[in-house]
């Protein structure tokens, strides 16, 4: 404090004097100095202003904790976070961004949650913050409008919580769970794409954290994007995004008395594994709390504990196979190097593969072969567009073609410019010939278990079959909430479209002979336009 009788400071002097004191986290002030030179430090500030409720409901002075700190250091202009559960990321990123809002004039800042009562929660966390903070920094930082989901500041600033937000720019954007919101709300997710995230500023910052919700959808992809780009080592440009993991076992509250649960050989030999992957102890009081956590919260089940409580990257996306059809025949072709680089041979024709979506997804697998093997050289998809639009691309790629396989609907007839066409009929009109239609199989599982005897002669080409394979891989059983089990009856979804296209060629296909593309089995009608 100043002393009685000292001449007055200039601001000029006063701010000369801030700028020589150094400022540490921990550094408590004792005058007016150097609260000044704490006031202008975000570090500090984080640490001393902002209060929170902790998970018994006690109003506690905000900390961040190691993990959260090491996030704060690392901070990127585009972050992506996977993390387990609770790990306070979401708070962290909401005190920092108050803090922004109230310290960094005409800064507009959103937080996109996954549902309305998410977005009620996370803004009454803020609302509370703010309105604990110490009585001076309140006072230079009026609110100038108090809504339920909008804060706006007498310095410009506002800071608004919603399911989506579109704006002219943003300077900060926090997207929380955006896994959950890419699995439960896929129109959401493209909001988020197409229009929220393109609103920041290239220099502003964006915050994209959520547990892992299985190995579909945009969080994956940006995961594995921004993981790609710390493996490779490369600068990352303003517009890229940084990896942050948060795994459980860094969580020091995450343990459990030992001996309280037995913990089975098989869930040792887990723990083991993952010692050695993360290159880390387990001890036996984390160890006790993951087995107890597991089998009270998740009812023992190994694959939702790994996604909601990841002790690995790789393992938050982990895909249970339970009710997968073809798990076991993806794994082998992957074991025996069966999806690579599979290349178009210009020697041999090319035969398709359709299944046709009047309402939904269309797609088409492109298929060579080549000796024994069946290649799989590319698919292609979309929705609610016209055949056109198909015969279009498979112009533009070059192939001599074979035969065209369409399933039994390609016959059934519907309404026209000017008459009743089947699909075949159109398709003949657009110039494709050769064209097949497959009798439509009296029993699904039989059908099925001709793809999965037919698999092991498939070759898949990685890249332009990517969007196939992942369909592939999540093409499940229905389940049957009522009994609690799967059933015997595949699940319609945006994935059974493409298993349904590879399942024409297993239950109509033979290698035609004398290299002619014409032969057919007599359970299919040929058609040549």
Same mark, same amino acid.
């Given at each position: 404090m100043e002393e009685a009788g000292a001449p007055k400071l200039t601001k000029?002097?006063?701010?000369?004097?801030?700028?020589?004191?150094?400022?540490?986290?921990?550094?408590?002030?004792?005058?007016?100095?150097?609260?000044?030179?704490?006031?202008r430090d975000g570090a500090w500030r984080l640490r001393h202003l902002y209060f929170v409720l902790n998970k018994d409901g006690v109003k506690v002075l905000f900390l961040p904790w190691e993990e959260q700190q090491r996030l704060l250091n690392n901070l990127w202009y585009r972050n992506i976070i996977l993390k387990a559960r609770q790990r306070g990321f979401s708070t962290l990123i909401q005190m920092l961004m108050l803090d922004t809002c109230l310290f960094t004039a005409n800064t507009q800042a959103a937080v996109i949650a996954q549902d309305q009562e998410a977005a009620g929660i996370i803004f009454r966390k803020i609302k509370f913050a703010y309105d604990n903070l110490p009585l001076p920094v309140k006072a230079e930082n009026p609110l100038a409008r108090d809504s339920a989901s909008e804060l706006v500041l007498a310095n410009g600033s506002s800071l608004r919580v919603a399911t989506s937000a579109r704006s002219n720019t943003l300077q900060f954007l926090h997207v929380s769970e955006f896994g959950k919101i890419c699995?439960?709300?896929?129109?959401?997710?493209?909001?988020?794409?197409?229009?929220?995230?393109?609103?920041?500023?290239?220099?502003?910052l964006?915050?994209?954290?959520?547990?892992?919700?299985?190995?579909?959808?945009?969080?994956?992809?940006m995961t594995q994007t921004a993981r790609a780009h710390i493996d490779a080592g490369t600068l990352?440009?303003?517009?890229?995004?940084?990896?942050?993991?948060?795994?459980?076992?860094?969580?020091?509250?995450?343990?459990?008395?030992p001996g309280s649960v037995v913990i089975s050989l098989k869930d040792h030999q887990y723990f083991d594994r993952v010692e050695a992957e993360i290159r880390h102890p387990l001890d036996a009081a984390q160890r006790s709390w993951y087995v107890l956590t597991r089998d009270n919260q998740f009812s023992g089940d190994s694959q939702m504990m790994k996604q909601e409580y990841p002790s690995t990257p790789d393992e938050s996306f982990e895909q249970s196979t339970e009710g997968v059809y073809y798990a076991e025949q993806l794994a082998m072709a992957r074991r025996q190097d069966r999806i690579g680089d599979v290349p178009h041979d210009p020697s041999k024709p090319v035969n398709t593969f359709w299944d046709i979506g009047m309402n939904d997804l269309m797609v088409i697998w492109f298929h060579q072969r080549i000796g024994a093997m069946d290649h799989w050289i590319n698919y292609f998809e979309a929705s609610d567009e016209p055949f056109s639009y198909f015969t279009n691309h498979m112009? %533009?790629?070059?192939?001599?073609?074979?035969? +065209?396989?369409?399933?039994? $609907? !390609?016959? #059934?007839?519907?309404?026209?410019?000017?008459?009743?066409?089947?699909?075949?009929?159109?398709?003949?009109?657009l110039g494709l010939r050769n064209i097949q239609t497959v009798e439509r199989?009296?029993?699904?599982?039989?059908?099925?278990?001709?793809?999965?005897?037919?698999?092991?002669?498939?070759?898949?080409?990685?890249?332009?079959?990517a969007?196939?394979?992942?369909?592939?891989?999540?093409?499940?059983?229905?389940?049957?909430?009522?009994?609690?089990?799967? %059933?015997?009856?595949?699940?319609?979804?945006? +994935?059974?479209?493409?298993? $349904? !296209?590879? #399942?024409?060629?297993?239950?109509?296909?033979i290698e035609p002979v004398g290299g002619s593309s014409t032969k057919r089995r007599r359970r299919g009608s040929g058609m040549a336009a």
């Open positions: 000029e002097e006063e701010l000369a004097l801030i700028a020589k004191i150094k400022v540490t986290p921990d550094f408590e002030p004792t005058n007016l100095i150097e609260q000044g030179a704490c006031m699995a439960e709300h896929p129109h959401k997710a493209r909001e988020v794409l197409t229009g929220s995230l393109p609103a920041v500023s290239p220099s502003g964006v915050f994209i954290e959520s547990t892992a919700e299985g190995r579909e959808g945009k969080f994956f992809d990352l440009d303003k517009l890229q995004y940084k990896f942050h993991f948060a795994p459980w076992w860094t969580a020091q509250e995450y343990r459990s008395e112009q %533009s790629l070059g192939y001599t073609w074979g035969t +065209h396989y369409l399933p039994h $609907d !390609g016959n #059934r007839r519907f309404q026209g410019a000017d008459q009743l066409k089947t699909s075949v009929d159109i398709l003949s009109d199989t009296p029993n699904v599982t039989i059908a099925i278990r001709q793809v999965r005897d037919a698999f092991p002669k498939y070759r898949f080409d990685k890249t332009r079959c969007d196939g394979l992942v369909h592939l891989g999540l093409y499940k059983k229905e389940w049957n909430s009522r009994l609690g089990v799967w %059933s015997s009856v595949p699940r319609h979804d945006s +994935h059974s479209n493409a298993a $349904d !296209g590879l #399942r024409q060629h297993a239950q109509v296909y």
